[in-house]
């Protein structure tokens, strides 16, 4: 059975500093992976979208890398701000009983410091 | 943009009622999902759909149905609400294809009294 582990579960951080948002998954046999972010009290934000077959992607400060094989996956944030507190999540996509299904972690809780 | 729209951001209601969360997309997506979410158990799957009139039970179905009668459209349904089904409910949807992204609602917040 796919699980889908983050750690840290709560992260606090100094304005400026680049960090790294850390996902691990048990079954390497994914479609993709998929990074969100949410805010307080609302829905999931599409940050980042990595295909099996890519390594990362990038978006603006952030990037994305993906390891198949040791089932794992980073995010990166560069030159973090306070607008980036958030909790973020990452979900592996995997086909299950002929549909494709979502896997999601539990998420890290970000806070950015000014 | 893809854009997932659901009816209603808070909602509270009484046990034993019916109780209906609708969600429409506007992408021509072949499927949809419904998720809850709570506190230390992330997100989890109860219903999805794969395509008009064809649903299939997620991780947590029991207590819950769903229906979609039109490929913009996805509802959940609580039979008979209970407390223990207060929680936040995302709505999901995305493209047949394995390579795709899931885009969200912006959840309902249900409170059952």
């Known amino acids: 059975k796919q699980e889908v582990t983050q750690i840290p579960a709560a992260l606090s951080v100094p304005e400026g500093e680049n960090l790294v948002l850390n996902c691990s998954f048990t079954?390497?046999?994914?479609?993709?992976l998929q990074w969100f972010r949410q805010d307080p009290g609302k829905g999931l934000t599409s940050l980042l979208l990595?295909?099996?077959?890519?390594r990362e992607q990038t978006s603006g400060r952030l990037n994305a890398s993906l390891d198949k094989s040791s089932g794992r996956s980073t995010l990166y944030i560069a030159a973090s701000q306070p607008g980036d507190s958030a909790t973020y999540l990452c979900?592996?996509?995997?086909?299950?009983?002929?549909?494709?299904?979502?896997?999601f972690g539990t998420g890290t809780r970000l806070k950015v410091l000014a | 943009d893809v854009k997932v729209t659901q009816s209603s951001r808070y909602l509270v209601k009484r046990t034993g009622e019916k109780v209906f969360l609708e969600c429409v997309q506007d992408m021509d997506h072949e499927n949809m999902f419904w998720y809850r979410q709570d506190p230390g158990l992330g997100l989890r799957l109860i219903y999805f759909s794969y395509d008009v009139k064809m649903k299939e039970k997620g991780d947590i179905p029991e207590g819950y149905s769903v229906s979609r009668e039109k490929k913009e459209r996805f509802s959940l349904i609580l039979e008979s609400a209970s407390t223990n089904q207060t929680s936040m409910y995302l709505c999901?949807?995305?493209?047949?294809?394995?390579?795709?992204?899931?885009?969200f609602g912006d959840g309902t917040r249900l409170s059952i009294l």
């Open positions: 979900a592996v996509r995997r086909r299950a009983s002929g549909t494709y299904k979502y896997i």
């Open positions: 999901a949807s995305s493209l047949w294809q394995g390579s795709q992204p899931q885009h």
């Open positions: 990595i295909q099996s077959s890519q």
């Open positions: 079954d390497s046999a994914i479609y993709n």
